[in-house]
């Protein structure tokens, strides 16, 4: 499951700016460590991420995709 979020994440990123794309590679470091606690956290990092009115809706939409796979 994270690695697939971790796939998503990394994808995004290379499509991105520079701000968003250390935001993200911050998260993809959280998602690599296996615990409920850093998962939540990264889970809610991309919940704060996704309502930056900056991001494209098409960006947001991924993001969202991500979150739905880390709440399964």
């Known amino acids: 499951m994270n690695e697939q979020v971790i796939g998503m994440l990394s994808e995004i990123s290379a499509d991105v700016s520079k701000n968003l794309q250390q935001r993200l590679n911050t998260i993809i470091e959280l998602l ?35 979150i739905s796979i880390l709440d399964s």
Do not use: G, K, V
């Open 32 to 66: 690599h460590t296996d615990s409920p606690l850093t998962l939540s956290r990264a889970r809610n990092a991309l919940e704060e991420l996704s309502s930056d009115s900056s991001i494209e809706s098409f960006t947001r939409t991924q993001l969202f995709n991500a």
